[in-house]
């Protein structure tokens, strides 16, 4: 069975406190944060020129390394931005993808091509996506194929300086900023208090947002026959069963099985490495009666005969609930952009 290699468990947990590895590797945090540091004054100096896109752009990042939930969270704000009357698209570095020129996500892109986040995104938010390695050639591209997209949503990108953005949304979860130490002695990208619009805090089912910040609740109720999509159960009618294993190559597997749990679910947690490409098929000698997976992963395993066809795999769909105004502010920014 594939799980996170030992190294990345052995980070993950160091990151969360100021033990002796996080301290061993300390002075290098120095160095990572003296070139960010470095690379944002270049760009906030004008010595580096940002581009700005014939369109609006709204950021979602994070600091926090790894998965905190930017694809509900991406999903959601596009779907917010139709209901105020814009035409969203949505660019993304597409991890994963073979090529690393600009290319558009198709009905029948598969995720080894284009990414398993962008191909959930185009489905969920039934919107243009377009995937490349620089944010910049991936708007241009997605503005020259998709001429009525009004407002872009980058899908992370919060590091990518040369993009020119109007909001920026930073997302964490539970975790909060671990150490609060920068790479690789800690979790952080940038220091956590780099500026930002707008805070979004990825709270589970029963956690509370910290204060300044928007709580998401990642919401859902039934599961999907991974076969076919349109069989479906209520999620709560497994909280009797036996034999069900949850498994997740996500970037924080624990916050799937948190909201199994949360709905009463007794079962066996298969954590594997996040953007897990299920080459190898993890399930073949699993003797669980129900596996239940994510969507992300879904998105994989749908395009591999005999993962598709097995009748044991559910998928878990969840929803993105946001407490608070976030979308009306959000709109209020992108209307305060100054016409070209």
């Known amino acids: 069975m594939s799980a996170p290699s030992s190294l990345e468990s052995t980070l993950t947990r160091a990151w969360l406190r100021r033990g002796w590895l996080a301290c061993l590797l300390w002075p290098l945090s120095l160095l990572f944060g003296t070139v960010a540091l470095t690379r944002r004054a270049l760009y906030r100096l004008g010595l580096k020129q940002a581009t700005r896109l014939d369109a609006p752009v709204v950021v979602v990042g994070n600091v926090f390394v790894g998965g905190t939930g930017k694809t509900p969270l991406a999903i959601w704000l596009v779907q917010a931005l139709r209901q105020a009357g814009y035409t969203p698209g949505v660019i993304s570095r597409g991890y994963g993808s073979a090529q690393a020129g600009a290319r558009l996500v198709a009905a029948d892109s ?10 959930l995104i185009a489905e969920r938010a039934a919107c243009p996506v377009m995937v490349g390695r620089s944010r910049v ?86 599961v999907e026959l991974l076969q076919n999509r349109a069989c479906r159960q209520p999620l709560a009618s497994l909280s009797a069963a036996e034999g069900v294993a949850a498994v997740a190559g996500i970037g924080n597997p624990a916050r799937f099985f948190a909201t199994l749990e949360h709905a009463g679910l007794n079962f066996e947690r298969v954590a594997l490495p ?15 009666a129900v596996i239940l997976i994510t969507e992300k992963d879904a998105v994989k395993c749908r395009a591999i005969k005999a993962i598709k066809n097995d ?28 016409i070209a």
Request: one cysteine or more; aromatic letters at 6%; glycine letters at 8%.
């Open 274 to 288: 996040d953007h897990y490409d299920f080459a190898h098929n993890p399930f073949a000698a699993m003797s669980a």
């Open 311 to 338: 009748p044991r795999i559910w998928v878990v769909p969840v929803t993105a609930r946001i407490d608070g105004a976030l979308a009306e502010h959000i709109v209020e920014k992108l209307r305060e952009r100054p």
């Open 110 to 119: 598969q995720a080894a091509e284009v990414g398993d986040e962008p191909l």
């Open 137 to 222: 050639a991936a708007g241009q591209a997605l503005l020259a194929a998709h001429p009525e997209v009004d407002v872009i949503v980058s899908d992370d990108g919060l590091q990518h300086y040369r993009l020119a953005r109007d909001v920026e949304i930073v997302l964490s979860d539970a975790r909060g900023n671990g150490n609060g130490w920068l790479l690789p002695a800690g979790p952080l990208r940038e220091p956590a208090s780099r500026r930002r619009d707008f805070t979004v805090c990825n709270v589970g089912a029963t956690g509370e947002a910290p204060a300044g910040a928007f709580a998401m609740r990642l919401e859902t109720d039934q």
